[in-house]
């Protein structure tokens, strides 16, 4: 009979899990979570009560065992009580909490209306706070205002503006050295033609000459170009450089934006009639055609 009825009870579940199964799309994932969570605090709190019940069980037994040593039961309870600590020792401590009996030594000699005062002492933990606020003002005051090692807000929303400024210029000539012969602008910003010009008196001067007349290389400031004289056009025979016919490559000696400023800076010259121009060289390039770039 007991056998039959497991088996039952175990063929019932069986049957019930297909239904379940099919339940599983109307039950939400939320709904399935907090059902989860439930069983797992339901477990614990079992967990927790079956402990209890042990321990409660083990205080019996010893209680047993005693008692058929011979030690009564008054005994027993008297060493549990010598060995116990007085209750919330420390938390009274802490409080500076005095017991009922002294209440007639504490109180203050005034009265008014009936109304008497207790003499306690400010309880240990507000003092510990009082007297941790004021090391902490010292520190802070030395800290902040004497050493000057930490930061007041000002200065560190400074320090971070500057910090933001570095990254930020740091993300631009990043992208400004992205510029390659396809797409680099033709611009007359002052600071680029200013920086294109320390590069040429520098690298180019020698060959091109010191107002780009032509000396070795060819007049830069003319309308007669030997490889083009578009800014990509510039910027690419710069880049790569002509070798064979004496013209050195560039890009592993200037940055591309380098290289950029440069070829702008040869732009900006054209037209500027310098003394003892070389004479023409390459294909005459309008100065319509050069408008356009
Ligand atoms: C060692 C000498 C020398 C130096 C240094 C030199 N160049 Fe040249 N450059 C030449 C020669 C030579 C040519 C002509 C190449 C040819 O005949 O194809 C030339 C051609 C060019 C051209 C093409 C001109 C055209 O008519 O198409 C440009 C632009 C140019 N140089 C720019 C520069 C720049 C910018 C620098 C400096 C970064 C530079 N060069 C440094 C010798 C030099």
Same mark, same amino acid.
């Given at each position: ?66 008692? @058929? @040593? ?82 007041? @807000? ?88 002509? #070798? ?32 003892? #121009?070389?004479?023409? @060289? ?12």
């Amino acid at each position: 009979m007991k056998h039959q009825r497991i088996i039952l009870l175990f063929a019932f579940i069986f049957m019930g899990m297909p239904a379940w199964a099919a339940d599983d799309n109307l039950v939400s994932a939320e709904l399935m979570n907090d059902i989860g969570y439930g069983a797992i605090v339901a477990i614990l709190i079992l967990f927790i009560v079956v402990m209890l019940l042990i321990l409660r069980t083990f205080k019996v037994l010893t209680k047993i065992m005693l008692k @058929q @040593q011979g030690i009564t039961e008054d005994q027993v309870e008297n060493v549990i009580k010598a060995e116990k600590k007085p209750k919330n020792e420390t938390w009274i401590k802490l409080l500076s909490l005095r017991p009922m009996s002294e209440e007639k030594d504490l109180l203050m000699e005034h009265e008014y209306d009936g109304i008497q005062e207790l003499n306690n002492p400010t309880p240990a933990w507000f003092m510990y706070l009082f007297y941790g606020t004021i090391i902490f003002a010292i520190g802070y005051l030395l800290n902040y205002h004497v050493f000057h090692t930490g930061q007041l @807000q000002y200065e560190e929303y400074r320090t971070e503006i500057a910090k933001a400024d570095i990254a930020q210029k740091a993300f631009l000539s990043k992208s400004a050295n992205r510029v390659d012969e396809t797409n680099v602008k033709l611009v007359n910003d002052p600071v680029v033609l200013a920086s294109g010009q320390v590069i040429f008196k520098k690298n180019c001067s020698p060959c091109h000459g010191e107002h780009a007349q032509g000396v070795v290389g060819p007049n830069l400031t003319d309308d007669y170009w030997l490889h083009g004289g578009k800014i990509n056009d510039i910027f690419k025979t710069i880049k790569y450089g002509v #070798p064979a016919k004496g013209m050195p490559t560039w890009e592993k000696l200037l940055s591309p934006k380098q290289i950029a400023d440069v070829a702008n800076y040869i732009k900006s010259l054209h037209g500027t009639n310098p003394a003892g #121009p070389k004479e023409p @060289q390459g294909v005459k390039e309008t100065d319509d055609k050069l408008a356009l770039n």
